[in-house]
């Protein structure tokens, strides 16, 4: 049959019949050589060889240096009435200025205002910014490298009690650190911190928390700092040290290293150790789950997070890969 084809084929066209021969013969040798494994074009072999070829694009990050730390301390006791105690840790000296009752549409024009023109680096420009729209108003100022915990309280004679029913249309507390000294603002690419914190009333109960924290840029931008999620304990690599903040250089996710809360794993010795050698340390960050668990070599082979078995879109290393 195939040969009375070929004849047929051959009184055709001899030239035609050529390379049609030629052809199956490149195939089916192309085919011998990729089940040797030499390297012959991608679509001869069978597609599961390919699949661990696949890489996971890196992030272009930029290291930046971050001046300012602010912590929230006894989360459990603070309350409008009895105050909150904000613990700090700047690398120069600040301006912590309180704004108890920020209006929550007039911050977040304020940020806008920071990104168009309107630079926000001092707490007189914030509340240009804002035009105002707090209720209290309260400043300290940070020594540098000096660990401080001030005590914000709003007092009596504010005369606010709670700060309306949800939703509302004001943040309890925002905090604002900026840099007292004029030409630390020409050093620092970050030029202050605006914390957003919850902290519960009367009327509404939920715990105190962070709610956001913005660093904004000298030049204009602004970047909402994200807690990463160790797969152990803090002492992996230098992480929980606030002077060194990630920066993604094209888009606005900065993140911040810091431990989940909701890991249980036992923090023993093994704990800085990537979760899937258990050998070399922790030192790759994937997004968008922010899960940090794996370790310069074990990053090459997932294309999903071992912990939650997400699709990892991105990731970038916490340091640079000599090791
Ligand atoms: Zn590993
Ligand atoms: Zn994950």
Known sequence: ???????????YSPLFYISVVFLCFLVTSGMVLGWFGWDVPVILRNSEETESNVKVSQK?????????????????VASTASGITLSLDCLEDCLLTCYWGCNVQKLHEALQKHAYCF???????FEDALYNE????EQYFIKKMDKEEK?????AEAQVA???PVPRSRYPLVALLTLADEDNREIYDIVSLVSVIHVPDESYRLSCRMLYQYLLLAQGQFHDLKQLFMSANSNAVPLS???SELEAEDRVLLEKVGLAEDESE????????????????????????RHTCLCNECVRHFQQCPMCRQFVRESFPLSSQEE
Not at 275 to 288: F, G, H, K, S, T
């Open 119 to 125: 630079r926000i680096k001092t707490p007189q420009a």
């Open 134 to 137: 707090y209720h209290y108003r």
């Open 266 to 289: 036992t923090p023993e010795e093994n704990s800085k150790d990537c979760i899937v050698c258990q050998n070399r340390a922790v030192n790759w960050v994937l997004l968008p789950c």
């Open 151 to 155: 005590h914000c309280q709003l007092p």
């Open 162 to 164: 709670d700060f309306g």
């Open 60 to 76: 272009q990050m930029r290291q930046v240096k971050n001046p300012f730390s602010l912590e929230i301390k006894n989360l459990s």
């Open 241 to 243: 040290s606030p002077p």
């Open 1 to 11: 049959m195939a040969a009375a084809f070929l004849v047929a084929l051959y009184e």
